[in-house]
C-alpha cells in the first residue's frame, strides 16, 4: 500500500507516514503538494516529501491524510532538493525547513491561488457571433470586439476602454461572455543602457559572461564605491535577456527602497521584493510572482534564497559578509551557503560581492572553489578616503567629542558638506549609576545593564526587551544622585543638537527609524545635499550612498578593538572599511577621523593602511595557526532553562554518550556558561565542537543530535545545535 512520507511544522526531527486520503490514490499526489492532516489533537498542514511502497509503522496504526489541497507542486523538485540538504546540513527538524518556502497563507492550509485579476472571455456562443455583431449596442458591440481580439481580457482593460460593468453584464445575460480570473500577460523586461565601465569592473563582467552557463561562484572584492552594483546590474541584464529570472540577496530591509529604486530605474521589468516589513498579503503576491516566474527580479532579505522560481538565471549576495545572513534562533541557516548550495542545485551562477569579504568566502576564493575577481580603484574617478587616528589619551572630551572632531565638524559644514557620525550604541547612555552607594542599573532577567532612553523615560535592556521606568532616585541608598554613565546615540545627539543649533542633526538608530518609510523618506532628504550630520548606529554602514559625506568620525574606536570573539578583528576591520567607505564618494575627497586611546593597537594600524585584503589574509593565518574557521569547523550545541544546572548537567551527560561514537579530530569541549549565562530569565549553558574536517563536523553533528534525542526530556530544558555558529553569546 503506497504511503506518503511528509513533513510536519513540529521540533521533532523526522518524517511522517500517512495514507492518502480517502477516495484518493496515490497517482494524485507529487512531492511539493501540500496536505491537511490529524496531528494529535490538531489538523495542521503537512508538505508531501515523497511516496514510498511501505513503512516502519504498523499498517494499523497509519491516518488517512484528510484532504489534498493543492492541485499540482507548488514547490519545484530542485527546491526540495535545498531543503533535504539543509536538513541534513544544519540537522534541523523537516518539517520547519519545508515550511520556511512558504508564505504565511499557505502554511496556514489557505487555498493556493494565482496572482489574476478579475476578467471576461467569450462562451461558446460568443466565439460563434461574427465581428460586428450587436450592432444595436454599439457598446456592447465594442465590448464584444474587445474580447473577439484579446479572448480574455481583465477589468481594468474594459475600464480603460469607457465599458462598465453593467455592458458586460449585459453580455453574460445573453450568454455571450462570462466572468473569469484573468492572470496577467507577462510583459517582455527591458534594460536601459548601462555605465561605462571601468577596465577592472569591465574585466570581471566579461569572465562572469563567459561563465553564465551552469554553476559556478565568484566573488567579486571590490573596495566601496568601486561600482560592483553596476556589474550585477549589466550581469542581470543578461539573465533576462536570456528569458531567466534574477534572485537578489540584501543583507537589510533599509537597504530596499533604494536597492528597488536603482533596479526599477535600470529594468522596466516586473520586480517582486520579499522581506518582513511586508504584510501577509503582500508577501503572498511577491512570493507567488516569484513562482510562477511573472516577475523577472526578486530582491530580498535572507529569506527569499527559500523562494520558488520558475526559471533561475542567476543568484546574486550582495554585501555577502553581513552578519544579518545568517538565522540566529530557530532554524539557524546561512542565507549565504544556502544561495551558494541553491546555484549549484539550479546549474546557474552565484556571485557574492562585499568590500570586505567574509574569510569563509575569501578562503574559498583564494583556495579556488570560487573564481576571484577584484575592483581595486573606484568607479568615476573618486578616491578613498584618508584615515587618521585621533589619540585621546588624556585630551578633554565633550561629550565623547574631541577638540580635533569637533574643529572638523565645524570646517565640513561650513564648506556646505555633510559629515557622517558613528557611535555603535543607541540609547542616552549604557548605564545608569548611583553617585553615592555604587548602585548599577542591572537587568533582573540577565546578565546585563539596563540602557537609559531618557526621551523614552525608560530603561530598557538590549538583549531581552525588558523595560521599565526611568527612577528618580536610587533603590538602595534613596540618593537622588544618579549619573548617566558613557554615551549613546540619544546622548550625542543632544549635545549635537546644542553644538550645531544651525545645521541638522539626523539620528540614524533602530529607536528613531521605526516608522515604515522612514529611513527612505531620510536618505532622500540626506540625498539634496543640505549641509547636516548623521549620527548613527551600524544601520548607516551597510551600503547607503551618501555622495555629499565628506567627513566620516568613529566616536568610540576602542569599543570595537577588543572582543572576547575570535571573530572580533575580522568584524571590527570590515565594519570600520564599511563606515570609511561612506566618505567621499563624489567629486570631494573624505576624511575618516578614529578616535582612541589605543593608537598603536596592531588591528587599528592594519585599518588605517586602508587594505583589507592584506589584513584578512594575515587573519587567515592566524585563523590557520589556532585551528579556527575557516580552517577549521565549530559547532554550538546550547541548552537554556530555568535552572543552571539542568542545562549543563544535560551537556555533561551527551558529552559522556557521545565522546567514544567520534572519531579523531573532534575535539569537545565544555560544558560551558554562555558568555552571557543568563538571559530573559533562563541559564545558557553551551557544548563547543571543534573539528579539523567538514566530513568530521558532519558526522559529529548527525551523532550530538541523535544521542541528544536519546537523553531523558528535562522538564523546561530547551537545546538546539548552530553549525557555523556566527554567534558565540
Same mark, same amino acid.
Given at each position: ?18 495514507? +492518502? ?24 498542514? !503537512? ?10 509503522? #504498523? ?13 499540482? +507542486? ?18 534541523? +527538524? ?30 461558446? $456562443? ?9 450592432? =444595436? ?56 543602457? @548601462? ?25 567579486l572584492e571590490g573596495v566601496t564605491g568601486s561600482g560592483k552594483t553596476e556589474v550585477y546590474l549589466q550581469l542581470i541584464a543578461d539573465c533576462l535577456e536570456r528569458g531567466l529570472q534574477a534572485l537578489v540577496l540584501i543583507p537589510e530591509i533599509g537597504l530596499t527602497p533604494q ?5 526599477? #530605474? =535600470? ?8 522581506? /518582513?516589513?511586508?504584510? #501577509?498579503?503582500? $508577501? ?10 511573472? !516577475? ?7 529569506? !527569499? ?6 526559471? +533561475? ?35 546557474? %551562477? ?7 569579504? /567574509? ?28 584615515? &587618521? ?6 585630551? %578633554?572630551?565633550?561629550? @565623547? ?12 559644514? !561650513? ?10 550604541? $543607541? ?10 552607594? *555604587? ?7 540577565? #546578565? ?16 531581552? *526587551? ?11 541608598? =534613596? /540618593? ?88 572580533? &578583528? &575580522? ?10 567607505? $561612506? ?17 598603536d593597537h596592531p588591528g587599528l594600524q592594519a585599518i588605517l593602511c586602508q587594505d583589507y585584503h592584506q589584513q584578512a589574509c594575515a587573519m587567515l593565518k592566524a585563523r590557520e595557526l589556532a585551528g579556527q574557521p575557516p580552517l577549521g569547523q565549530l559547532l554550538i550545541l546550547r ?25 579523531? *579530530? ?64
Open positions: 500500500m503506497p504511503v506518503l512520507r511528509l513533513a510536519i511544522p513540529t521540533p521533532l526531527r523526522t518524517l511522517f507516514d500517512y495514507l +492518502p486520503p480517502a477516495g484518493h490514490s496515490d497517482e494524485e499526489l507529487l512531492p511539493g503538494m501540500r496536505l491537511r492532516v490529524p496531528f494529535g489533537r490538531r489538523e495542521v498542514t !503537512a508538505y508531501l516529501i515523497e511516496t514510498v511502497e511501505s513503512s516502519d509503522v #504498523d499498517p494499523s496504526a497509519l491516518k488517512n491524510a484528510i484532504e489534498i489541497l493543492d492541485s499540482e +507542486p507548488l514547490l519545484p523538485p530542485i527546491l526540495l532538493k535545498l531543503c533535504d540538504w539543509a536538513v541534513n546540513y544544519y540537522q534541523h +527538524p523537516p518539517g520547519e525547513v519545508y515550511q520556511a518556502t512558504f508564505p504565511k497563507a499557505l502554511r496556514a492550509g489557505k487555498t493556493h491561488r494565482c496572482n489574476s485579476e478579475p476578467g471576461w472571455t467569450l462562451t461558446t $456562443r460568443g466565439k460563434g457571433l461574427p465581428k460586428g455583431a450587436l450592432a =444595436r449596442s454599439p457598446k456592447q458591440s465594442k465590448a464584444l470586439g474587445l474580447i473577439q481580439e484579446h479572448s480574455q481580457l481583465c477589468n481594468s482593460h474594459f475600464r480603460d476602454a469607457g465599458i462598465s460593468t453593467s455592458i458586460l453584464k449585459a453580455l453574460e445575460e445573453k450568454g455571450l461572455a462570462e466572468h473569469i480570473e484573468v492572470i496577467a500577460a507577462q510583459k517582455e523586461p527591458r534594460a536601459n543602457p @548601462g555605465l561605462k565601465l571601468n577596465d577592472e569592473q569591465a574585466l570581471s563582467l566579461q569572465l562572469l559572461l563567459a561563465q553564465r552557463e551552469g554553476f559556478s561562484c565568484h566573488l536597492t528597488l529604486a536603482r533596479f526599477r #530605474d =535600470r529594468f522596466d521589468a516586473e520586480i517582486a521584493v520579499l522581506h /518582513s516589513g511586508l504584510s #501577509d498579503g503582500q $508577501r503572498y503576491t511577491a512570493w507567488e510572482a516569484a513562482r510562477s516566474g511573472t !516577475a523577472h527580479i526578486v530582491i530580498g532579505t535572507r529569506s !527569499a534564497v527559500f523562494a520558488a522560481l520558475a526559471r +533561475p538565471g542567476l543568484i546574486v549576495v550582495d554585501e555577502e559578509h553581513d552578519q544579518s545572513y545568517k538565522q540566529q534562533d530557530g532554524f539557524r541557516y546561512s542565507a549565504r551557503d544556502v544561495a551558494v548550495k541553491r546555484g549549484q542545485l539550479e546549474n546557474c %551562477p552565484v556571485l557574492l560581492g562585499s568590500a570586505t569579504p /567574509s574569510l569563509e568566502s575569501l578562503h574559498n576564493a583564494l583556495q579556488g572553489r570560487y573564481v576571484h575577481h577584484r575592483l581595486q580603484q573606484r568607479a568615476g574617478g573618486s578616491q578613498l578616503p584618508k584615515l &587618521e587616528a585621533v589619540d585621546i589619551r588624556k585630551a %578633554p572630551l565633550q561629550s @565623547g567629542f574631541s577638540q580635533a572632531l569637533l574643529n572638523a565638524l565645524d570646517t565640513t559644514l !561650513a564648506n556646505g558638506q555633510q559629515a557622517l557620525l558613528f557611535l555603535n550604541r $543607541r540609547g542616552y547612555a549604557p548605564t545608569l549609576q548611583c553617585h553615592d552607594c *555604587g548602585w548599577v542599573a542591572d537587568c533582573s532577567e540577565c #546578565d546585563a545593564r539596563l540602557t537609559l532612553h531618557r526621551r523614552q523615560r525608560r530603561m530598557r535592556c538590549h538583549h531581552c *526587551g525588558a523595560s521599565k521606568p526611568l527612577i528618580n532616585c536610587c533603590p538602595e541608598c =534613596r /540618593s537622588e544622585q544618579l549619573l548617566s554613565i558613557g554615551l549613546g546615540t540619544e546622548r550625542a545627539d543632544e549635545f549635537l543638537q546644542g553644538r550645531f543649533p544651525h545645521h541638522p542633526v539626523y539620528r540614524v538608530d533602530s529607536d528613531s527609524m521605526q516608522g515604515k518609510g522612514t529611513m527612505q523618506a531620510l536618505v532622500s532628504q540626506i540625498n539634496q545635499g543640505e549641509p547636516c550630520i548623521l549620527l548613527g548606529t551600524q544601520m548607516l554602514t551597510k551600503g547607503h550612498h551618501f555622495p555629499a559625506v565628506t567627513l566620516v568620525g568613529i566616536v568610540d574606536m576602542d569599543g570595537l578593538l577588543f572582543s572576547t570573539d575570535f571573530r572580533g &578583528e &575580522e568584524r571590527s576591520a570590515q565594519l570600520i572599511t564599511q563606515v570609511a567607505g $561612506r566618505a567621499g564618494r563624489a567629486e570631494t575627497a573624505g576624511t575618516v577621523m578614529l578616535q582612541t586611546h589605543h593608537p541548552t537554556d532553562c530555568q535552572d543552571a544546572s539542568c542545562g549543563e548537567q544535560f551537556l555533561r551527560d551527551l558529552r559522556n554518550n557521545s565522546q567514544s561514537q567520534l572519531p579523531a *579530530g573532534v575535539a569537545l569541549i565544555g560544558p560551558l556558561p554562555a558568555p552571557m549565562q543568563r538571559r530573559a530569565g533562563r541559564f545558557r549553558s553551551q557544548l563547543l565542537v571543534h573539528t579539523t574536517q567538514r566530513r568530521l563536523s558532519h558526522l559529529a553533528a548527525r551523532t550530538l543530535v541523535a544521542q541528544a534525542q536519546r537523553l531523558p526530556a528535562r522538564k523546561g530544558l530547551n537545546w538546539s545545535l548552530d553549525v557555523d555558529p556566527q554567534d558565540m553569546f
